[in-house]
């Protein structure tokens, strides 16, 4: 199954991938509860445990490196100066929504024509759980995995986006709606596109 093919890129089952994501979550609170006491230690020890999924998730709109690590560091001191007037319940997502919005803004800044931002065309799905039944029955065999994340680079943006969010970093659909700006209907349509388009690349 797909889902599967994706935890077994993650080398973790979906419900193991939601029970780290959850004691993640709790440990970076602390450490941005620190950092808003004024201990830049932990809000260092906070940026280092969440570069690596900024840096991932921004790959998706651009392969500039440069620009990606230049945008993070703005972010990153961004969100230190505003750190006490900042509330959040589930850290990593905040800062990759940040991080989407700073990303679109130093794009317009800067007239970088090495970043996507492309709209994706997506069809109306009107049955979400028909969509959800649907991600859930599509099969594709483990040792495949190297043609999935060749695959996966061929999809249209916003789909690897959400791809990358509900199958890398274990994000539900209504958190995906919130970091894109867009509804849960949307979400469900892009992944049912995706899945789709890999299944026919693969199968």
Same mark, same amino acid.
């Given at each position: 199954m797909l889902n599967a093919c994706f935890s077994s890129i993650n080398q973790l089952p979906v419900t193991d991938q939601k029970r780290r994501t959850a004691g993640e979550n709790e440990l970076l609170l602390q450490l941005w509860q620190?950092?808003?006491?004024?201990?830049?230690?932990?809000?260092?020890? &906070?940026?280092?445990? &969440?570069?690596?999924?900024? @840096? /991932?998730?921004?790959? /998706? @709109?651009?392969?500039?490196?440069d620009f990606i690590k230049d945008t993070i560091q703005e972010l990153l001191?961004?969100?230190w100066v505003k750190r006490r007037r900042i509330r959040m319940e589930f850290v990593s997502l905040y800062f990759l929504r940040? &991080?989407?919005?700073?990303?679109?803004?130093? @794009?317009?800044?800067?007239? /970088?024509s090495r970043v996507f931002f492309d709209v994706d065309d997506f069809g109306h799905l009107s049955d979400y759980h028909t969509i959800e039944g649907a991600l859930v029955e599509e099969e594709i065999l483990a040792d495949h995995l190297y043609k999935v994340r060749s695959a996966i680079e061929d999809l249209p943006r916003r789909q690897r986006e959400a791809v990358f969010l509900k199958y890398y970093e274990g994000v539900d659909n209504e958190k995906i709606a919130e970091i894109m700006q867009i509804n849960r209907q949307s979400v469900a349509n892009l992944l049912f596109r995706a899945l789709t388009a890999l299944k026919a690349q693969i199968v």
């Open positions: 620190r950092s808003q006491d004024g201990d830049s230690v932990a809000f260092r020890d &906070l940026a280092d445990r &969440l570069y690596r999924s900024m @840096f /991932n998730y921004a790959y /998706n @709109f651009t392969r500039d490196r001191i961004a969100i940040s &991080l989407r919005n700073q990303l679109i803004q130093e @794009f317009r800044r800067s007239g /970088n």
